[in-house]
């Protein structure tokens, strides 16, 4: 990474830290004529348009000092997509209640369950698989996907 795209992490990390948001992760692609930055965001509470909006916005004034008001690039700034993984335990409370598949170590096995989050207790985590409780360390998830329920 050069100084400059080092620059350029630096103030997306600065704007989404300020804005109490999690940076989930920050993308820069392309080339010095046309660069692509994306931009996952998420929060202790669900991120809507206006937050991903607003957040562009500061972002993009920092990159303006950074590359110039003339510079050709595209900014996207969004919450991840209900395909991606949940990475940081900040991101569970919300989900209480919610139905996940997740995978996560016990021992030297690793389990993969279909479970429904019950609460979170500091750093445990309670799930209910097959009508048992399950209490998983948040240090022992792999991955973690809310899933999609229709009913």
Excluded: W
Excluded at 39 to 68: M, N, P
Excluded at 95 to 121: C, M, P, W
Aim: proline share 2%; glycine share 4%; charged share 30%.
């Amino acid at each position: 990474m050069n100084s400059i795209e080092k620059n350029i992490a630096r103030v997306i990390k600065e704007v989404v830290e300020k804005k109490r948001f999690i940076l989930i992760e920050s993308i820069i692609r392309g080339t010095n004529s046309k660069r692509v930055f994306e931009v996952f965001i998420d929060g202790e509470k669900d991120i809507s348009a206006k937050d991903c909006a607003d957040t562009s916005r500061e972002i993009d004034s920092g990159l303006e000092i950074i590359l110039g008001v003339n510079a050709n690039y595209r900014l996207d700034v969004s919450s991840p997509g209900i395909d991606k993984p949940l990475k940081f335990l900040k991101q569970y409370p919300k989900h209480v209640n919610r139905k996940f598949e997740l995978s996560y170590q016990e021992g030297d096995e690793t389990k993969k369950i279909n479970a429904k989050l019950l609460k979170v207790d500091g750093e445990d985590l309670f799930f209910s698989s097959q009508n048992n409780e399950v209490k998983i360390n948040f240090s022992q998830i792999k991955n973690a996907k809310v899933t999609v329920s229709f009913s």
